[in-house]
């Protein structure tokens, strides 16, 4: 597993996470291809962003039942129990990350339920709020994911994202909500500061 040491993260006072190094680019730390890369390893502009967004807006979240999909390293989840959501779980494909989540959240002293698996509906079912993070970064993923999001808009669900401009965000369903300037990473990045939007769902 990726060397990781808990640290503070940038825009972010209130939430420690367990963090590579500074340094560390995605493919780094003995990354191989039957497994994913550790994405949960680094706090990423769009959990960041969303993640602020929802500490400096708590009434998004308050005493709601919220999911967290593809929660990487559970940044959004644990502001989202932070902001006193009734019930927050942190949904992620990779058991690296389910780990992940469950370390940082005790770390916060946040109550999230770590659940293993795909988006997909039965993950959802319960949802008040629906938060993403930086989940765009594929065509394959982000069709799913706006199909899953989409329907779950039309059904009531708040549905919120948040996204550094990747490329295949489905901005003619979005509508903007609040934006940031989040500090990140040149080894991930290519620059220091990145602008990040966060989105609601609309359809």
């Known amino acids: 597993m990726t060397a990781t040491r808990l640290t503070e993260v940038p825009l972010l006072p209130e939430i420690r996470l ?8 995605l493919f780094d730390s003995g990354y191989s291809s039957d497994r994913p890369p550790p994405f949960w390893a680094f706090a990423w502009p769009g959990g960041v962003a969303l993640a602020r ?20 390293s ?20 990779d058991p690296a990350a ?6 940082n959240a005790d770390a916060n002293g946040a109550q999230v339920e770590a659940v293993l698996g795909e988006a997909d509906p039965v993950r959802i079912a319960d949802a008040e709020v629906i938060l993403v993070g930086d989940a ?5 993923v982000a069709a799913a994911m706006t199909k899953l999001l989409s329907a779950a808009a039309r059904r009531g669900v708040e549905v919120l994202v948040g996204d550094p401009g990747r490329g295949f965000l489905p901005r003619h369903l ?6 940031y300037d989040v500090p990140v990473r040149p080894a991930l990045e290519d620059t220091k500061v990145k602008p990040t939007t966060v989105w609601r769902f609309t359809v």
């Open 136 to 140: 765009f970064y594929t065509a394959a």
């Open 174 to 179: 979005l509508g903007e909500v609040a934006r």
């Open 53 to 72: 967004h929802l500490l400096d807006r708590p009434e998004t979240v308050r005493g709601r039942r919220v999911v967290d999909l593809g929660s990487g």
């Open 98 to 103: 389910v780990t992940a989540i469950e370390r």
């Open 18 to 25: 367990y963090q590579a190094a500074e340094q560390a680019g």
């Open 74 to 93: 559970g940044v959004v989840a644990i502001a989202a129990f932070l902001a006193q959501a009734q019930g927050v779980r942190a949904v992620d494909a």
